[in-house]
């Protein structure tokens, strides 16, 4: 609990930028926008803002009416696709769905019940506050089959800040979240996040952060081939090693994740 709330208190003490890139017009942290009363910025702004990092979520959200498809392709021939939408003002809602061994030879696919996600941002944030957000993801990561859970435990309820920090593009993420109510555990979780030019983007995290040696640390790049259309590359749980108790290695995993976003 100690080291979730220094997380979050470091986050709202953190320099900020000259000029915070925040479009108060769009009601959501945009990467790429122009400077609020600045008359020579160029015009940016063109990419949705990323409401999640690797594992992290951000304290983005989709606008109204806005929808998002994502789909990860992890070890074992895994996959995870997502959906999500922009049901009311700063409220997203969304669900998801697990497959193992969807790709390569090994059977059978099995598929894992849906689970729901459900995010909203009270706070839009500004040059010296972080944005705020809570929510809700069932999503876990590398199912259990014998004892009917993940074993990287599900999100569950959490609470999250982002805000640009330094220089221009550079956000940090950070937050707290309680995986179950059976164990009520406090962990905490932080990220920092590097936009290069709408081009490409840097991404570092250190996630479930409860004791040092079940902390998971995961760094990716985030490509963007159009303002709608992106894919990452990224390593989940770096340094990890050993089995979980269903023999499944607990090592570090290649992912790869592609997401379009729209609107209605």
């Known amino acids: 609990m100690k080291i979730a709330f220094a997380l979050l208190v470091a986050l709202i003490a953190a320099p900020r930028p000259a000029l915070a890139q925040f ?16 008359e020579d910025s160029s015009p940016g702004g063109l990419l949705l803002p990323d409401t999640d990092l690797i594992d992290l979520p951000s304290a983005a959200v989709l606008d109204l009416g806005g929808f998002a498809n994502r789909s990860r392709f992890f070890s074992s021939g ?3 696709d997502w959906l999500g939408f922009g049901v009311y003002p700063r409220v997203n809602l969304g669900v998801s769905f697990n497959v193992e061994r969807l790709v390569g030879n090994d059977s059978p696919v099995q598929l894992t019940r849906p689970e729901l ?14 944005a705020f957000a809570f929510g809700f993801d069932g999503q876990g990561w590398l199912y259990n089959r014998p004892d009917k859970r993940y074993n990287h435990k599900q999100r569950g309820v ?3 800040g982002t805000q640009e920090i330094g220089i221009p593009g550079l956000q940090a993420h950070a937050g707290m979240n309680v995986s179950d109510f059976d164990s009520n555990s406090l962990f905490g979780m932080i990220g920092v ?6 081009k490409l983007k840097l991404m570092t995290e250190w996630d479930a952060i409860n004791n040092v040696s079940d902390s998971r640390f995961n760094a990716g790049l985030r490509f963007y081939l159009t303002p709608y259309f992106n894919f990452d590359v990224a390593v989940r749980a770096i340094g990890h090693g050993g089995t979980f108790s269903n023999g499944q290695p607990r090592e570090p995993e290649r992912v790869v994740q592609f997401k379009y976003v729209g609107n209605f």
């Open 158 to 160: 959490y609470f999250v």
């Open 23 to 38: 479009n108060p017009d769009r009601g959501s942290p945009v990467e790429g926008a122009p400077s609020p009363g600045l």
């Open 78 to 80: 895994g996959f995870v």
């Open 117 to 130: 996600q459900l995010k909203m941002r009270f706070f839009d944030g500004d040059r010296y506050i972080p």
């Open 193 to 198: 996040s590097l936009n290069l030019r709408d």
